[in-house]
């Protein structure tokens, strides 16, 4: 699971989109496809707009920690929707919501990456053909 890493007042956090976090977001984002879910609610257009960003930063920070602790690192503190909401700059905000989006990207993608051009069917033919 691939995390992504922000510094935020002095200190490094990592945020992960996993199944996990798509199923607490839910309640938070609008319905429809994830990526315009976010778009829209990155807008930041009203003060909700603001709260549900702190929202999703607290649960992408909690979660990617969680998975740093899972592969053996040493335990950090996560963000909270209250920390962000109170020490965020308008600029902080930016960069929280270019990492969401790179986080909820990331947690799309697929980690195993094909080996080369390789074309299934033709190998299962070419097996069959070396067995007879």
């Known amino acids: 699971m691939q995390t992504i890493k922000i510094g935020f007042c002095g200190r490094d956090y990592y945020f992960a989109y996993n199944g996990n976090a798509m199923f607490q977001l839910r309640d938070v984002l609008p319905e429809g496809d994830p990526i315009e879910r976010l778009q829209s609610m990155l807008s930041m257009q009203d003060h909700d707009s603001f709260h549900n960003l702190c929202k999703v930063v607290s649960v992408l920070s909690e979660q990617g920690e969680l998975i740093r602790r899972y592969q053996g690192y040493e335990n950090?503190?996560?963000?909270?929707?209250?920390?962000?909401s109170v020490m965020a700059t308008p600029l902080d905000m930016i960069d929280l919501k270019n990492a969401v989006v790179s986080a909820v990207l990331a947690g799309y993608k697929r980690e195993v990456e094909p080996q080369g051009d390789v074309d299934l069917g033709l190998a299962e033919i070419q097996k069959k053909r070396k067995k007879r």
């Open 76 to 84: 950090q503190d996560m963000l909270t929707e209250e920390m962000v």
